[in-house]
């Protein structure tokens, strides 16, 4: 019985961890990337996802162009996952704000997606490049504290 129990016990707090960490995404329709295949990035080349070809890591769901990066994420996944959660890099590292990104302004850093806020005449890659080292250790820093 007290097996039972801390087993019990151990599957609620690994739920609710799970819960916690997709509520932090940035997803669209339950999908992160805007559905938008995380591998294509590193190949540089961003492609939209099919609903055919899915992965979910750590309760949060991915789409695929091909089954090849399907199964390269599967390999490496944590290498494959956006930077704060899919959120505006600039915004994060500036306010720590969760902001909306454009899927198609990116760049990778240190083997890591960071994604943009890029709308209405609003590049912020272009402000991120101009001070980049500060504002991915803020990033860093407020991205901690959300996800904590």
Same mark, same amino acid.
């Given at each position: 019985?007290?097996? =039972?129990?801390?087993?019990? =016990?151990?599957?609620? !707090?690994?739920? *609710?961890? *799970? ?9 669209? %329709? ?21 609903? &055919?070809? &899915?992965?979910?890591? %750590? ?14 994420? %599967? *390999? ?22 969760? !902001? ?11 083997? &890591? ?22 504002? &991915?250790?803020?990033?860093? *820093?407020?991205? %901690?504290?959300?996800?904590?």
């Amino acid at each position: 019985m007290k097996r =039972l129990i801390i087993i019990f =016990l151990f599957v609620s !707090v690994a739920a *609710q961890a *799970q819960n916690e960490r997709k509520a932090h995404y940035n997803l669209k %329709k339950g999908v992160a990337l805007e559905g938008y295949d995380p591998v294509s990035y590193f190949d540089g080349n961003p492609q939209e996802g099919s609903d &055919k070809i &899915k992965v979910e890591y %750590k309760s949060v769901t991915y789409l695929f162009a091909t089954a090849a990066n399907a199964a390269r994420f %599967k *390999q490496t996944p944590d290498k494959f996952e956006p930077a704060y959660g899919g959120w505006c890099a600039y915004a994060m590292g500036e306010s720590g704000e969760k !902001v909306k990104i454009d899927p198609e302004t990116y760049k990778i850093l240190n083997g &890591k997606l960071y994604l943009f806020y890029n709308f209405w005449g609003n590049n912020t890659l272009t402000d991120w490049n101009k001070n980049e080292a500060p504002l &991915k250790s803020k990033g860093d *820093q407020n991205w %901690k504290k959300i996800v904590e």
